[in-house]
Structures are given as C-alpha cells and as structure tokens.
C-alpha cells in the first residue's frame, strides 16, 4: 500500500468514526425526551441503546471476517 492510499484509509475511517460519534451524540440527548410523547420509558430507551451496542460489538468482527475472506470491491 503505498503512502497516498494509506492516507485516504485512514481519512475514510476517521470521517466514518467522526460520523458515527456525530450521530451518537446527538441521539443519546434528545431521545429520552422524543420517547416520552411515544410512551416508552426510560428502560426502553436503554433497550434500544443495549441492542445497537451488542449489534455493533458482535457484528463488527463478522464483517471484517467477511471481508478479509472475500476481499474488497
């Protein structure tokens, strides 16, 4: 790999982590209270937060299998 294609991975995953912490932050604020007029109570909420955290955590090694195994387009 050399050292310009090196630089557009890591500017890809960093923007991807910017992104994914961007939307984080924004939804963990405001999602009680958007759940409140939904009926959904605190409990809830920390369902919907435990099943993103155990969907990414158990999924993320999946996919860099997967893509390990079958290489990128």
Known sequence: ????????VLAAVGFTFFIDMLVYGIVVP?????????????????VVFACYGLA?????PV???LIDRRGSR
């Open 63 to 65: 996919a860099g299998w």
């Open 56 to 60: 990414y955590f158990v999924l993320t």
């Open 1 to 8: 790999m050399t050292d310009s294609s090196r630089r557009v």
């Open 30 to 46: 405001v999602l009680p209270r958007l759940a409140k007029p939904a009926g959904l109570e605190f409990l809830g909420v920390g």
